[in-house]
């Protein structure tokens, strides 16, 4: 099983400032890796596919890159809808797997 | 519009079973692969279960292999779990997901809670 590991666990910033997750994979991946956002209490969105392909109505200032085994999903300037949780997950090798999360919070 | 909605959730004692299944409408259902992914109360997400869009393949996590099964009706636009031998670690909010002509999740319902207590 593939296991991703997402840093950090907790990133505190204020809105307009940037956003820098990383996620890493224990072995190889290519480039078949999505990011998704979740809010309490919600289902998770898609936000990037395929490392760096954004999802249908997705603004701009999310952007993903990476390939192999590390992977980032940045935010240029964050707006306040944008504090939540982020998962990656995989889909090179079966059983697909996610990242344990980061939350991006307000300081 | 595309829309997923999960059915079957609810407390149920170790050991037993339980079947959740997921209705969509607004998108060509036979046309997808279709997944099951959990959250347990307080966690990350995990994901557990897909069948192929025409049902020729299934697929599970190493947690549930042998005690869930996946399956699916495209005359119905139905997929289900069926959830065997129930524990106290299967507690969670299970969501079914599309695989989407991206192969990531596109669209997710809005999941069903599962409580495995006695």
């Known amino acids: 099983e593939i296991v991703l590991t997402q840093s950090p666990a907790t990133l505190s910033l204020s809105p307009g400032e940037r956003a820098t997750l990383s996620c890493r994979a224990s072995q190889s991946v290519s480039s078949f890796l999505a990011w998704y956002q979740q809010k309490p209490g919600q289902a998770p969105r898609l936000l990037i596919y395929?490392?760096?392909n954004r999802a249908t109505g997705i603004p701009a200032r999310f952007s993903g890159s990476g390939s192999g085994t590390d992977f980032t999903l940045t935010i240029s300037s964050l707006e306040p809808e944008d504090f939540a949780l982020y998962y990656c997950?995989?889909?090179?090798?079966?059983?697909?797997?996610f990242g344990q999360g980061t939350k991006v919070e307000i300081k | 519009q595309v829309q997923l909605v999960e059915s079957g959730g609810g407390v149920v004692q170790p050991g037993r079973s339980l079947r959740l299944s997921c209705g969509a409408t607004?998108?060509?259902?036979?046309?997808?692969?279709m997944h099951w992914v959990r959250q347990a109360p307080g966690k990350g997400l995990e994901w557990v279960a897909a069948?192929?869009?025409?049902?020729?393949?299934?697929y599970y996590t190493d947690s549930v292999k042998g005690r869930y099964t996946i399956s699916r009706d495209n005359s119905r636009n139905t997929v289900s779990l069926q959830m065997n031998s129930l524990r106290a670690d299967d507690t969670a909010v299970y969501y079914c997901a599309r695989e989407g002509s991206s192969r990531a999740f596109d669209c997710w319902g809005q999941g069903t809670l599962v409580t495995v207590s006695s």
């Open positions: 395929d490392a760096s």
């Open positions: 607004g998108f060509i259902f036979s046309r997808y692969g």
């Open positions: 069948i192929e869009y025409d049902g020729s393949a299934e």
């Open positions: 997950q995989q889909r090179g090798n079966w059983p697909w797997t």
